[in-house]
């Protein structure tokens, strides 16, 4: 089974809208940390937005917000007030287990388009 | 500061030939991690390095790839007899350890076997 599933393949949005883009994990550990990452087309991978499992407060960054729904395992980010450049590649993935430094498990993406 | 950094930022080499690709985490993290993605792909894990431990070599997809990190700081990552398939950009990444340990990624290295 998929461990990170973004059902989303592409997003359309208009400039200045919200936008929700889907994330939902598999994990069996009580103890595991979400990120989300943006890659723009000039491919760097940057982080956004962090949650651990035992955050009770959704995780905000900016423009960027996390709605964590820990019972139904998802882990959305909303981006509010979409600007050009947020027109990007946008990555979930999980850090399993207590320890902290260990590998992350990434989504397939969503290609986020922003419309002027 | 500085991030992380790797090189070349392309290469391009012959099927059947080795070739090193080099990673400099960022200074005091402890954690270092290789990821590949293929086009219009999600990244992959490779092999991750934490501290003195033993490495994580369970995402390497063959024999034919190898990684070493010297002295807790870069890393290369080694790949032998190159197949078209390797073709994809390499990404490496390093992390504190402790929460949250976010990881920071390079600009990656694009390899493209002919």
């Known amino acids: 089974a998929q461990k990170i599933t973004q059902t989303q393949p592409g997003m359309f949005v208009q400039e200045k809208e919200a936008v929700t883009l889907d994330c939902t994990y598999d994990t069996s550990d009580q103890s595991y940390g979400l990120f989300w990452y943006k890659q723009p087309s000039s491919g760097e991978m940057i982080f956004l937005i962090y949650q651990g499992s035992y955050d009770e407060q959704n995780a905000t960054e900016g423009r960027y917000s996390l709605n964590f729904q820990k019972a139904r395992k998802s882990a959305n980010l909303v981006i509010s007030a979409s600007q050009l450049g947020d027109s990007a590649m946008y990555f979930c993935?999980?850090?399993?287990?207590?320890?902290?430094?260990?590998?992350?498990?990434f989504g397939g993406g969503t290609r986020l388009m922003v419309k002027p | 500061g500085a991030g992380v950094s790797q090189s070349p930022s392309n290469k391009v080499t012959e099927k059947g030939k080795d070739v090193e690709l080099r990673c400099d985490p960022i200074?005091?993290?402890?954690?270092l991690y290789w990821y590949r993605q293929s086009l219009g792909q999600g990244l992959e894990f490779l092999i991750y390095f934490q501290g003195n431990s033993a490495p994580d070599k369970s995402g390497l997809p063959s024999d034919r790839f190898s990684a070493e990190r010297t002295g807790g700081s870069v890393s290369t990552l080694t790949i032998q007899r190159t197949q078209q398939e390797d073709s994809a950009v390499y990404l490496c990444a390093s992390s504190p350890i402790v929460l949250p340990d976010t990881q920071y990624f390079g600009p990656g290295t694009r390899l493209t076997v002919l």
């Open positions: 993935a999980m850090r399993e287990g207590n320890n902290a430094g260990n590998m992350l498990t």
């Open positions: 200074s005091g993290h402890t954690a």
